[in-house]
């Protein structure tokens, strides 16, 4: 029997929607912060400073984002995440605009915005599953990672050039009006309230949570792999990427390849849409590996060529993985601790992105830029592979999905 498509759930397109919309402008915020701050003669040291602020709040808030997102209407924190966050980008997009921005401002403000999505984030991810039937999720999954990625695509390829031409403080400005659509779309989202349950204590909570990703050892081993991956790449595209690919063919071109990283997560999307392996993560784990074209195109490459086809085979991989990743959790987790696993995910991963963003630019002052960029090339794609090496990676499958509540259909 053919599954209806997850789009034809009203929830679903709206959830797709919000996220999408919302994702677009964010998309030009990275972008466009950084060449606000090297605009305020900031250095790589000092734009990795500030960049870290926002993922040290958003480390230090997702957890509790998570035991919220099990406790209270996922679709309201989403709400208010999106409608505070236009606020706080509004401010942001004003002060530049108005020539008042400082690094000490663009650090607060990143603290804020940090703090606004680890507060939502675990429970947008979870709420997939409650827009459609659980056997139209594996498609929903791929559908909605496909249209985040493509609006990302887009707002990286629309930042360089606005960056360029009107400054960074419009691009912000653009961000902050997405998230206002975005808080509209949540808004009409109606999944039914989750059956009522005795709660414990956030602490309690947290360390039931905790329990559930060590009873699965894919689950904390790729939490570890992805960690790793973090702390060396996440100062490769925050810090050392605009600098290096900004001062060898303009700022305009790191908007470009942003965005072919972006298509590359396009094109995975694409994949995914047809290619369906039995074995989750052990497919996805090898395609992981091919992240490592991106930072080696940056240090090896003349061309600008190579280094977009790089951060392209980047993306492609990366997507391939993360859309069996997010099925992998979904199919295992059961509904009323989805929102902390996931938020056990984000933080697991994210932890040391912050201590990565924050010694970039020094560790590359020291051993040379090309040569950190090729050490963690070698960091990352040796990893992945060295994930393989457990057999609960290798022989994870596709099961049968835990049943949905509902789906509403238009």
Not at 41 to 47: D, E, I, M, P, W
Not at 161 to 178: E, H, K
Not at 249 to 256: D, L, N, T
Not at 318 to 323: D, G, R, T
């Amino acid at each position: 029997m053919t599954v209806p498509s997850p789009l034809r759930s009203r929830d679903f397109r709206y959830l797709v929607g919000g996220v999408t919309v919302s994702g677009l402008g964010s998309a030009m915020t990275p972008v466009a912060l950084a060449f606000a701050v090297l605009h305020l003669g900031g250095s790589a040291t000092q734009l990795g400073l500030v960049v870290a602020a926002f993922a040290t709040a958003e480390v230090l808030t997702m957890l509790y984002g998570g035991v919220l997102g099990d406790r209270l209407p996922r679709q309201l924190l989403m709400q208010g995440s999106s409608a505070a966050t236009a606020v706080s980008q509004a401010a942001c997009a004003v002060v530049l605009i108005t020539g008042h921005g400082s690094l000490w401002l663009l650090s607060g403000i990143g603290i804020v915005n940090g703090c606004l999505g680890a507060i939502a984030q675990p429970a947008s991810n979870a709420l997939t599953r409650s827009t459609v039937t659980a056997e139209q999720l594996p498609r929903a999954v791929v559908l909605r990672s496909l249209a985040t990625q493509t609006a990302f695509a887009v707002g990286f390829a629309v930042a360089g050039v606005v960056v360029a031409v009107a400054g960074p403080g419009w691009a912000i400005a653009a961000d902050a009006a997405t998230y206002a659509v975005a808080a509209g779309l949540f808004a009409m989202i109606r999944t039914p309230a989750a059956a009522p349950a005795h709660r414990e204590r956030l602490r309690a909570e947290l360390a039931e949570g905790a329990r559930e990703v060590f009873r699965h050892a894919w689950l904390w081993l790729l939490i570890g792999q992805a960690l790793l991956y973090h702390l060396c790449y996440g100062g490769v595209q925050g810090v050392l990427g605009p600098i290096v690919v900004g001062d060898a063919w303009g700022e305009e071109a790191w908007g470009w390849a942003l965005a072919a990283l972006m298509a590359g997560f396009v094109a995975g999307g694409l994949v995914a849409l047809r290619w369906r392996p039995y074995h989750l993560l052990r497919r996805g784990v090898l395609l992981l590996s091919l992240t490592a074209a991106f930072p080696l195109a940056m240090a090896l490459a003349g061309d600008l060529r190579w280094v977009l086809a790089g951060a392209f085979v980047h993306g492609v991989g990366l997507q391939l993985f993360s859309v069996n990743w997010d099925l992998a959790i979904q199919q295992n987790i059961r509904e009323d601790m989805l929102a902390r696993v996931y938020s056990f995910d984000l933080v697991g991963s994210f932890v040391c992105r912050p201590l990565g963003l924050a010694l970039t630019g020094p560790v590359a002052l020291l051993v040379g830029t090309r040569t950190w960029l090729i050490v963690v090339a070698a960091v990352i794609g040796l990893s992945s592979l060295a994930a393989l090496g457990a057999p609960s990676v290798r022989q994870l499958t596709r099961g049968r999905p835990y049943a949905a509540p509902h789906a509403f259909s238009s």
